[in-house]
């Protein structure tokens, strides 16, 4: 069985430049989740989907952060601008049953 | 918002060595969840338990689900060199409609050879 894929893996930008990323999670998995980690944290929960509908994104900044999962497969987690305290992994997960969640290998991005 | 906390941050052991670490929360669990991140990978499941008092082993690993429903332990035996990597405690909160997980910041094992 093939694990939730994520690209880039690396990524160095620009302050105020843009960046996406791409997420594509296990075959038949509903819920679809985008963490935050910066260096010496665990995980911080952005946004989670069901299908392609939001659940919760109460902690995604909105103002510069947005999130998409058209047809309830694959999601992208785009940047717009960034700024230096963006530098962190960012990691999507994949769940069929609450709490079981299987995590790709996630995006490194650094912000100069 | 619920609040885990991790001990030790670090730890440095010899090949060989069992080695112990703990969560804590503030609120109750009614899950807890042992992850391991390997570097440049993404966490991966080692343990869940979901009633209080429960003992559950995998492998060398053993995780144990406090009574209080506010801690949780993991214990590794015999470490061996691919023990190495972050440990984290996770257990679920729900916020709204949704049901998500809360990570701990991680305790970091170093195994000396």
């Known amino acids: 069985e093939a694990g939730v894929a994520q690209s880039p893996r690396y990524k160095i930008i620009e302050k105020r430049q843009s960046v996406a990323f791409w997420c594509n999670p296990i075959?038949?998995?509903?819920?679809l989740y985008w963490y935050q980690q910066i260096l010496g944290q665990g995980p911080k929960l952005l946004i989670q989907?069901?299908?392609?509908?939001?659940?919760?994104d109460s902690q995604l900044p909105k103002d510069r952060f947005s999130a998409e999962r058209l047809k309830g497969v694959d999601s992208t987690l785009k940047i717009q601008p960034a700024k230096l305290e963006d530098s962190a992994v960012y990691l999507c997960?994949?769940?069929?049953?609450?709490?079981?969640?299987?995590f790709g290998p996630g995006t490194r991005l650094t912000v100069l | 918002g619920q609040q885990l906390n991790q001990s030790p941050q670090s730890m440095f052991i010899q090949e060989g060595e069992d080695v112990s670490m703990n969560c804590t929360s503030s609120?109750?669990?009614?899950?807890w969840l042992w992850y391991k991140q390997d570097p440049g990978e993404g966490p991966v499941l080692l343990i869940a338990?979901?009633?209080?008092?429960e003992l559950t082993s995998n492998g060398r690993l053993t995780a144990q689900f406090g009574i209080t429903r506010k801690d949780s332990f993991l214990n590794i035996s015999a470490s061996i060199p691919s023990d190495v990597g972050i440990y984290f405690c996770?257990?679920?909160?729900?916020?709204?409609?949704?049901?998500?997980?809360?990570f701990g910041s991680g305790t970091q094992l170093t195994v000396l050879p």
């Open positions: 997960a994949s769940s069929l049953v609450p709490d079981t969640q299987y």
């Open positions: 075959s038949g998995h509903a819920t």
């Open positions: 989907f069901q299908n392609n509908g939001v659940v919760d």
């Open positions: 609120s109750i669990f009614n899950t």
């Open positions: 338990l979901y009633k209080a008092g």
């Open positions: 996770a257990g679920p909160a729900s916020s709204g409609s949704a049901r998500q997980l809360t």
